[in-house]
């Protein structure tokens, strides 16, 4: 199976659009795209769960996902859509989420869609839509939990059972362990997603799991993911253990 989003060249970055306007929306992507910071083979996400939210028909976003493809010649994009409960910023049913992943699968030319996994697991029949035109992406998404690393382990070996490419699992840190086990969990199961052909993303949130969204020593995560709301300051999207101790420190 031939997938559109390919890692030759190691982990890539990922800077993600969150305008809740559309015109606003087209113009931040390009200006993302045109930034001297980003290099070519960097991704773009497009939340579009804060245009749903404004009630913006799902034709008109994909006439504006169209257009930037066409504009920006070989940037890839991935579409994503959050519900409030996983840290989005949208309200919608499960019929009218999958109503808009189908739309976006069949008439966007967006190279990447994420699911969530909750949604996921409600209608598994939409792991026979994806078929290799377009990346999919399973995310797991937890703002309220502690896991340990038995947990994760349990949780990665789930989302293989799926026909996800990617696996992505973003969860809070309530204390830099939290950030620790996600992070070497994910390192440590490195011959398991070879072995399934799988490729992890692993997010640590909140103000103690910051650091974790840019790459650090922990961490075998694929697709770097980086706040466009200005540019991470941190060169390349890479983060030592010596500058990772030393943000701990300055954070205590």
């Keep these: 199976m031939k997938e559109k989003i390919t890692f030759k060249n190691g982990s890539r970055l990922c800077f993600t659009v ?4 559309l015109s606003d929306f087209y ?3 390009i200006e993302i795209n045109n930034s001297k910071d980003i290099d070519e083979s ?5 939340r579009l769960d804060y245009l749903i939210n404004k009630k913006y028909d799902i034709m008109d976003i994909i006439e504006i996902i169209n257009r930037l493809k066409l504009e920006t010649k070989d940037r890839q994009y991935i579409a994503t ?3 409030f409960n996983q840290g989005g910023n949208c309200l919608i049913t499960e019929k009218e989420y999958f109503t808009i992943i189908d739309a976006l699968y069949e008439k966007s030319k967006v190279d990447g869609i994420d699911v969530d996994y909750d949604m996921y697991q409600k209608s598994r029949k939409y792991d026979n839509l994806f078929n290799g035109k377009k990346t999919f992406i399973l995310s797991f998404i937890s703002m309220d939990q502690i ?3 038995e947990e994760y382990i349990s949780l990665y070996k789930k989302m293989s059972k799926s026909n996800a490419y990617i696996m992505k699992i973003v969860t809070r840190a309530f204390s830099f362990d939290d950030v620790k086990n996600l992070m070497e969990t994910t390192r440590d199961l490195k011959d398991f997603f070879e ?3 799988k490729v992890p993303v692993a997010i640590s949130t909140g103000r103690l799991g910051i650091t974790s969204r840019v790459k650090y020593d922990f961490s075998d995560t694929k697709i770097i993911y980086l706040d466009a709301y200005d540019f991470n300051p941190i060169p390349l999207g890479e983060i030592d253990k010596y500058h990772f101790d030393k ?3 300055l954070i205590k």
């Design 42 to 46: 960097s991704l773009i996400e497009l």
């Design 18 to 21: 969150k305008e809740i306007n």
């Design 247 to 249: 943000c701990r420190k």
């Design 195 to 197: 072995e399934n052909k």
């Design 147 to 149: 896991f340990s690393r």
């Design 27 to 29: 113009k931040k992507a």
């Design 81 to 83: 859509i959050r519900n």
